[in-house]
């Protein structure tokens, strides 16, 4: 029997052109079907690059192998890669994909116009909250994606991930109505988070930005530091002091620490002395 004419060879031969593009078809639509928008895109990426990357050099091998179009199954292969091609231009290149950049300067003008919305709404979280009770809510899209909380009498987060648990409001000594206006403010200035600290009472954290792996977010204080809190500030590349109420942090973790890099640090607080 000819190899021309045998079907296993035939079934291998269709199976090596139509298989990498299966697998990126998945790989793209999961991408641009991502809940966690450019951030969870970014992280599937950077775990599973050892992944991705093949697939995608396998597959642009049998893209460009199939431009002559000679074969039927040629003529398939070419068109569904261009359709792959359009679709990774949706992803790479749409406004909807687009993270904001972020820097101690656009922190430092975001800080100026809504410092007070920033301390108004941790007071209220504080007042909302039970005593020694600890809350993390987060939205994405705006619309609540994380909702964790720790009881006063109890050092183990307790998660939820879906917009409203009635049981886990009650955890913290929080209402409906209560929750609604956090979520509310939260969307108003234009944040997606904030976690409050039971050891640390006195102020909480706002997530401000995601770029790649990194979250800038202000650590927003209900009395002026002292001297000793702003020092522990200055010395710590996450961090730097814009005033006696407000921090600046930068950090991340899925591929290493990240924090500000020193001489931007250097350079912001020389031009932004805390006062």
């Known amino acids: 029997m000819e190899d021309s004419n045998n079907p296993y060879k035939k079934v291998a031969i269709t199976t090596g052109h139509l298989l990498p593009l299966i697998l990126a078809s998945i790989i793209i639509i999961s991408l641009l079907r991502c809940d966690d928008g450019p951030f969870g895109a970014a992280l599937v990426l950077g775990l599973f690059w050892w992944l991705i990357l093949p697939v995608t050099i396998w597959a642009l091998v049998v893209f460009v192998r199939s431009v002559k179009m000679r074969t039927k199954l040629e003529k398939i292969v070419f ?11 949706i992803f790479i290149f749409s406004p909807f994909n687009k993270e904001k950049p972020c820097n101690p300067d ?3 003008e975001y800080c100026n116009e809504h410092e007070q919305e920033m301390r108004e709404l941790v007071a209220y979280v504080n007042q909302s909250l039970e005593p020694g009770a600890r809350m993390k809510l987060g939205l994405e899209k705006g619309k609540v994606k994380i909702f964790h909380v720790c009881s006063k009498n109890d050092s183990v ?28 403010k939260l969307k108003d200035m234009g944040c997606f988070s904030i976690e409050t600290h039971t050891t640390h009472v006195d102020y909480a954290t706002i997530g401000f930005r995601r770029v790649g792996f990194g979250m800038y977010s202000f ?9 000793e809190e702003i020092k ?44």
């Open 79 to 89: 068109a569904w890669g261009c359709v792959l091609l359009v679709l990774t231009g």
């Open 106 to 108: 656009i922190m430092a």
């Open 157 to 184: 987060w307790l998660y939820n991930h879906y917009p409203k648990n009635e049981g886990l409001m009650k955890t913290v000594g929080l209402d409906e109505e209560e929750y609604n206006n956090i979520c509310k």
């Open 219 to 227: 650590v927003i204080y209900t009395h002026p530091m002292t001297p």
């Open 232 to 275: 522990k500030y200055t010395e710590d590349l996450m961090f730097i002091p814009y005033n006696d109420h407000v921090v600046f942090q930068f950090g991340g973790g899925v591929l290493g620490i990240q924090t500000f890099m020193p001489d931007v640090k250097e350079d912001f607080m020389r031009r932004h002395p805390v006062k």
